[in-house]
């Protein structure tokens, strides 16, 4: 008899790797949903219910059948045409009969989308539940994200961790099969400290609530991490204070426990004369603890740490991991003291030690390159040029220090706190941390002119430098990260007032003599082109930037006017025809023979195109007018008048006319028009 009920699965294991818990519960709960799915075991609007923790991955699937329902199947055979050869069966035709098992009269016709076909139908009674499970869960577990698998014991099994239990239960009823040698049960293990024995769950629909009551666990990862976000919240409020850690770090605790409990404890007030920078970082990064700031955003000595397991008396748990702490911020103030006893500028010479690319050279001959062009760009920015040539050759000092030896993404933060204490001045230092922004999507452009200079300095030397030598972005190969490189100085050139194509030339003359292609400087520039297609995608429509960028523009501070006038051009009602004559005038100034002179009204043979001159005469000084006063919209609306003499000179006048003369001067009136046009933007492309 078919029915229905919530099926569960669960495999109980040894702690899985934090990180990547997330990805493989929903691979696992995505392949079982979507396979059962794919049998008709399930309808497919049904929503799968996803459980991980640190020793478990499992799913729970409402309205699940633990019978398969019967399957039409049909195998096609060859076409009527083929089927028949005067009346009588081909050979075709009988033989797939045969493959069937069945007589040709027992076959039937349908239409397969070419053409009609002889098939075969028949019904399969459907399987159940128990004689596939096993298959999917297998299926499920070959799926998994996990890049590493390991033996246990002395089985030839593998997975991401040794597995202990196999759960499935559809409904009450345990659904028999067997995985790496483990058989279903309705058995499964709670906390690991907290619990004792084996938890009975005694239906699918009681898995979650059971191992909370009686196994301490907190199965779903969504409720676990909605309680741990709530709770760390509360005890931060409590003290008047926020927590200063992003989702990741909650996640990857969240991935760690089973039984969340926060915790406060802290530090001596000593170790906050240590960059608050550094002590956030190793409490986070070391002990993924959460620290807490006050109102003002500096660093308290108290911290909130999520522990996973509820003591009596929680004092012992609270002072361990102070102690851990104590011995992790230590190491941070030694660090930083030893690092103050020599200035940034005495430790230049290392960086000769330090080899940026074997090509290339060492860090050092890096930073004699960021020197002069920090100098160049501050200059053209109007900028203070030796506080940034300054900026840019202490830079990468802080390299070769041991906080940043230990904690190397405080590179940049440790070169401007040093930096101040060296005496230097504050655009300098805040330049040094600055020059590494932005650092990914999203991120905050530099605060200063100084430290614009010195970022794009530090990425176009890059950027041009190892393009240069032949190592190019291939596919979604990009080891050196050009492709970011370039979104950070796109959107620092947006900004400003610079000149792409202008700021990678000088890039490339900083390099030595024969070091780069010759083509380097002109790839790149078509490379970040190609790179502001992607950034403005999320904004604007890609007729639109093509339009823009096919005159490949070089000053980028007016790209997002030009565009948003383009999308007001297209709206008008004349904008459509406009884009499909230009379209066809550029096709035809493509075949055009020889170089295209002046137009020539003494050489006007009908009426249509000396309107079209007259037209385009009338309304070019004030269509330069707005281009010059950067009103790109207005330029662009002049350009509807045209529709008419546009329209008329196409209908009325033949461009190839047998007279060489005319057919070149009617060549010339329609190269002016598309000046005219392209003034802004290649109407041609908002074609359809």
């Not at 009674?125 to 596939?132: F, I, M, P, R, T």
């Not at 972005?473 to 900004?495: E, H, I, Q, S, Y």
Request: aromatic share 6%; charged share 25%; hydrophobic share 50%.
């Amino acid at each position: 008899m078919t029915m229905k009920a919530t099926l569960l699965i669960e495999l109980l294991t040894e702690e899985l790797p934090p990180k990547a818990l997330q990805k493989l519960a929903a691979s696992f709960a995505d392949t079982i949903s979507s396979e059962l799915k794919r049998m008709a075991f399930v309808d497919a609007d049904a929503v799968a219910t996803v459980f991980a923790s640190p020793r478990r991955l499992a799913v729970s699937l409402p309205g699940v059948l633990n019978l398969q329902p019967e399957q039409t199947l049909v195998k096609k055979g060859p076409s009527l045409a083929a089927g028949m050869k005067d009346g009588q069966p081909s050979k075709a035709l009988e033989g797939f009969a045969r493959s069937c098992g069945v007589a040709v009269s027992e076959l039937i016709t349908l239409n397969d989308g070419k053409q009609d076909v002889y098939a075969y139908q028949s019904v399969k009674a459907g399987e159940s539940l128990s004689a596939v499970l096993t298959s999917v869960v297998e299926l499920a577990m070959k799926k998994l994200p996990a890049p590493k698998l390991m033996h246990w014991g002395d089985s030839d099994h593998l997975f991401v961790r040794p597995v202990h239990g196999l759960m499935m239960l559809w409904g009450e009823t345990v659904v028999d099969g067997e995985v790496l040698g483990l058989k279903s049960r309705n058995a499964t293990r709670g906390h690991r400290f907290m619990s004792e024995g084996e938890v009975l769950v005694e239906s699918a629909d009681s898995y979650a609530r059971t191992l909370f009551d009686a196994g301490k666990v907190v199965a779903s990862f969504v409720a676990r991490r909605e309680l741990i976000a709530k709770r760390l919240h509360d005890a931060a409020a409590v003290l008047g204070a926020t927590i200063a850690a992003d989702d990741a770090l909650i996640d990857e605790v969240c991935a760690l426990v089973e039984w969340p409990v926060v915790l406060e404890a802290g530090f001596e007030a000593e170790f906050l004369k240590v960059p608050q920078e550094c002590l956030i970082l190793t409490m986070q990064q070391n002990q993924k603890y959460f620290p807490l700031l006050d109102a003002a955003g500096k660093l308290m000595n108290r911290f909130l740490l999520v522990s996973n397991i509820e003591a009596a008396d929680p004092s012992h748990v609270i002072q361990g991991n102070e102690r851990v702490l104590r011995a992790r911020l230590s190491d941070a103030k030694f660090f930083f003291e030893q690092d103050q006893k020599l200035p940034l500028a005495a430790r230049l010479e290392k960086l000769a030690g330090v080899v940026y690319h074997n090509k290339i050279g060492s860090q050092l001959e890096r930073v004699a390159r960021l020197e002069t062009l920090a100098g160049v760009f501050a200059a053209k920015l109007g900028s203070d040029v030796e506080a940034a040539r300054r900026a840019a050759r202490l830079a990468k000092a802080d390299l070769v220090t041991d906080m940043v030896g230990e904690f190397p993404e405080l590179q940049g933060v440790m070169g401007m706190y040093y930096a101040s204490h060296d005496g230097e001045s504050a655009v300098v230092a805040q330049a040094i941390e600055g020059h590494y922004h932005p650092r990914f999507a999203g991120d905050a452009l530099p605060q200063s002119d100084v430290a614009t200079a010195v970022a794009l300095a530090d990425k176009l030397e890059s950027i041009v430098g190892i393009w240069g030598i032949g190592l190019i972005p291939t596919g979604d190969k990009d080891p050196f990260a050009l492709r970011r490189a370039a979104l950070g100085v796109l959107r620092m050139v947006l900004a400003s007032p610079l000149d792409l194509k202008d700021i990678i030339a000088e890039t490339a003359a900083v390099f030595p003599a024969g070091l780069l292609s010759d083509a380097t400087a002109d790839e790149v520039f078509a490379f970040a082109l190609e790179r502001l297609k992607h950034f403005l995608a999320t904004d604007y429509k890609g007729d639109e930037i093509d339009a823009v960028l096919s005159l490949t523009p070089s000053r980028l501070d007016e790209v997002r006017a030009v565009l948003a006038a383009v999308a007001e051009f297209k709206a008008l009602p004349e904008a459509a025809t406009l884009a499909a004559a230009n379209k066809r005038v550029k096709n035809i100034l493509k075949k055009a023979e020889g170089e295209i002179g002046a137009v020539n009204p003494a050489l006007f043979a009908e009426d249509a195109e000396r309107a079209l001159f007259e037209a385009i005469a009338a309304i070019a000084p004030e269509v330069d007018a707005k281009f010059a006063a950067h009103d790109f919209a207005g330029a662009l609306s002049q350009l509807s008048s045209l529709k008419l003499p546009v329209d008329a000179f196409f209908d009325g006048v033949m461009v190839m006319a047998d007279d060489a003369a005319v057919r070149a001067n009617r060549i010339a009136l329609l190269s002016r028009l598309a000046e005219l046009f392209n003034r802004v933007a290649d109407i041609s492309l908002l074609a359809d």
